[in-house]
């Protein structure tokens, strides 16, 4: 018993090394309730408008639609005005509002068995029940890329992890540790040796060992976001 229990406090200690993924991503949140799924979300722009307009008696803006990742592979559009959207988490997707940009999403928990909780990625406003199991956890979301005054772009990467990766693996961009943590999340390995952490709080990513390692992981993860997201 005595052994079980060291081997499991030394799994714990290698896990918590690693980095959190909300740590890594600062700003991030929570996707989007409506609260009016029925009226503000659809497959078909002309039916959105007109659901709009009927419910609310007023004359709906197309400049309002957006894209929104609704359930995994499960795209949508939504009437994205955030005096009609109950909790519309402006901080995080005004970054996708009309921006091309790129994100992960992924969870706090699940509940259930942790290489069960499948991380996406996405460009576009999330609904908090993209990511399966949307039934047992709230899904965030996390920009990789934050648009300041005249649509600058600037990383949302906390620097000290980041610093801390290119002093492993050389000068690395906000893509490479998007494909890297992705890949990762997606190992059958990791998520298996630590499914029992990753249903009780955000998911942790180790440091890469090297650069191949680094390498190694991050092409293959940049071909299937590629995929994914055509």
Same mark, same amino acid.
């Given at each position: 018993?005595?052994?079980?229990?060291?081997?499991? !406090?030394?799994?714990?200690? *290698?896990?918590?090394?690693?980095?959190?993924?909300?740590?890594? +991503?600062?700003?991030?949140?929570?996707?989007?309730?409506?609260? &009016?799924?029925?009226?503000? $979300?659809?497959?078909?722009?002309?039916?959105?408008?007109?659901?709009?307009?009927? +419910?609310?008696?007023?004359?709906?803006?197309?400049?309002? $639609?957006?894209? /929104?990742?609704?359930?995994? @592979?499960?795209?949508? +559009?939504?009437? #994205?005005?955030?005096?009609?959207?109950?909790?519309?988490?402006?901080?995080?997707?005004?970054? @996708?509002?009309? &921006?091309?940009? $790129?994100?992960?999403?992924?969870?706090?928990?699940?509940?259930?068995?942790?290489?069960?909780?499948?991380?996406?990625?996405?460009?576009?406003?999330?609904?908090?029940?993209?990511?399966?199991?949307?039934?047992?956890?709230?899904?965030?979301?996390?920009?990789?890329?934050? #648009?300041?005054?005249?649509? *600058?772009?600037?990383?949302?990467?906390?620097?000290? /992890?980041?610093?801390?990766?290119? *002093? /492993?693996?050389? *000068?690395?961009?906000?893509?490479?540790?998007?494909?890297?943590?992705?890949?990762?999340?997606?190992?059958?390995?990791?998520?298996?040796?630590?499914?029992? +952490?990753? &249903? $009780?709080?955000?998911?942790?990513?180790?440091?890469? !060992?090297?650069?191949?390692? #680094?390498?190694?992981?991050?092409?293959?993860?940049?071909?299937?976001?590629?995929?994914?997201?055509?």
């Amino acid at each position: 018993v005595y052994s079980t229990y060291r081997d499991a !406090e030394a799994q714990k200690a *290698e896990y918590q090394k690693g980095f959190s993924v909300a740590e890594i +991503f600062p700003i991030n949140s929570v996707g989007i309730v409506t609260a &009016k799924d029925a009226i503000l $979300i659809n497959y078909n722009k002309k039916e959105l408008l007109k659901n709009v307009a009927d +419910f609310y008696s007023i004359q709906p803006e197309e400049s309002y $639609i957006q894209k /929104i990742s609704y359930r995994p @592979f499960d795209d949508k +559009f939504v009437y #994205f005005d955030t005096k009609l959207v109950e909790r519309s988490r402006e901080k995080v997707m005004q970054h @996708f509002v009309d &921006k091309e940009n $790129i994100g992960l999403s992924f969870q706090r928990g699940s509940g259930c068995d942790g290489d069960k909780v499948t991380p996406q990625i996405t460009t576009k406003i999330i609904d908090q029940g993209y990511c399966y199991p949307a039934t047992t956890a709230l899904s965030y979301c996390a920009p990789v890329y934050l #648009f300041a005054h005249q649509n *600058e772009k600037i990383p949302n990467l906390e620097k000290e /992890i980041w610093n801390k990766i290119d *002093e /492993i693996v050389g *000068e690395t961009t906000p893509e490479n540790i998007l494909d890297y943590i992705y890949a990762v999340l997606h190992s059958p390995n990791y998520r298996e040796r630590y499914k029992e +952490f990753l &249903k $009780i709080d955000f998911p942790r990513v180790p440091y890469p !060992e090297n650069k191949d390692n #680094f390498k190694k992981l991050v092409k293959p993860a940049k071909n299937q976001n590629a995929q994914g997201e055509n």
